[in-house]
C-alpha cells in the first residue's frame, strides 16, 4: 500500500534535527563554561590538617590578590572544609639540638667539645613563629649563632684543666646568658649541657702523667701507714713481754719455789711409776734452793 506524507520535502524532520542540535550545542558549551569551575571548586575547597604535637598556621589563598592570615588551630585538628585553606605545621615539641665548638682557654689551648640545648617554641605562638621567626627554621635563623656566642663567652674566661672540671658551672653560666637573649621571645628552654671537654693530646698526656704519680705516692703513703701500724703492735708486744718478765721476776721468790719443790716430790711419791731422786736439803728439811745470780 502507498504511504502518503503531510511533509513531502521534509521540512518538518530538518526543523527537529535542528532544534536538537541546538540543544546539545548549548549544554556542551554550557559544559565547556562550567568545566573550569568544577575543577576549581574540586581543587580548592580544602580541610587542612594539623597533626598532634604540632600547632597549625592557617593561610586563605587568593586566586587575585595575596595569601592572608586565617587562623591557627592545635593539632591533631582540623579546620573543616574551606575555600582555599592550606596550613603550615609547626613542631612545638621538645627538641634536642647539638653544636660543636673549638674554643681557645685563658693559657690559650684548644678546648674541643660539644654543647647540648633542649628547647620549643611557646605553646600558642605559631603566627608570631611563622611570620617573626622563620617558620619551622627558627632554630638555625633566631637560636643558634645566641646559643653558640653565649657558650663561647662562658667557656674562654676558663684556663684548660679549669674548664674540664666546670662543665655544670660553664652549663649554668650559658644558660643564664641566653636566657637573657630570648626574655620576650616565644621560646622555652628545658636544659642546657656542656659536654666532655677534650684537651689537647700533650696536655692530657701530662695530666695522665701526673694523676699516675699521685696514685703512686699515694700507694706509698698507705704502705708507710701500714709499716708504722706494724711497728707499734711490735712495740707494745715487746712491753707486754717486759712486763710479763717484771711480774714473773717479782713472783717466784724462793719460799715459792720451795713450796713448788714439796709439791712435785709428794706428786712423784704418790705417782704409780715414779723415779726416786735423792737432792740436798737445808736444816729444815727442805730441797735446798739457790738463785744464782
Known sequence: MPIYSDDPSGHLQKAKAAASLKKIGVVVVVLILAF???????????????PAGNEGYIKRGAIVGKVSYYGSQVGPNSTGLGWLLYAENIDFR??????????????????????????RPK???????????????????????????AVYEAVAGYKALEAKDKREVIAETVRQKFGLYIKNKPFQVS?????????????????????SKQTELEQKSFEIDIEKKKK??????????????????????????????????????????????????????????????
Do not use: C
Not at 605562638?125 to 645566641?146: K, M, N
Not at 649541657?193 to 694523676?211: D, F, H, M, R, Y
Not at 713450796?259 to 704409780?272: G, K, Y
Open 123 to 149: 605553646p600558642g605562638t605559631v603566627r608570631e613563629i611563622v611570620e617573626v621567626y622563620g617558620s619551622e627554621q627558627y632554630y638555625a635563623r633566631t637560636i643558634a649563632e645566641p646559643f653558640r656566642n
Open 232 to 293: 707499734e703492735i711490735r712495740i707494745i708486744e715487746a712491753e707486754g713481754i717486759s712486763e710479763a718478765q717484771k711480774i714473773i721476776n717479782i713472783t717466784l721468790t724462793p719460799q715459792y719455789l720451795q713450796h713448788e719443790a714439796i709439791q712435785a716430790q709428794t706428786d712423784m711419791a704418790t705417782s704409780p711409776s715414779h723415779t726416786t731422786v735423792y737432792i740436798p736439803v737445808g736444816t729444815n728439811g727442805l730441797p735446798l734452793v739457790k738463785i744464782i745470780p
Open 36 to 50: 573550569p569551575a568544577l575543577i576549581a571548586a574540586a581543587y580548592g575547597f580544602k580541610n587542612p590538617y594539623t
Open 94 to 119: 621538645w627538641k634536642t639540638y647539638n653544636e660543636g665548638f673549638m674554643v681557645m682557654s685563658a693559657d690559650n689551648l684548644e678546648l674541643r667539645f660539644n654543647a647540648h640545648i633542649v628547647m
Open 191 to 211: 636544659s642546657i649541657v656542656i659536654g666532655t671537654i677534650n684537651l689537647p693530646a700533650q696536655v692530657a698526656q701530662s695530666q695522665e702523667k701526673k694523676i
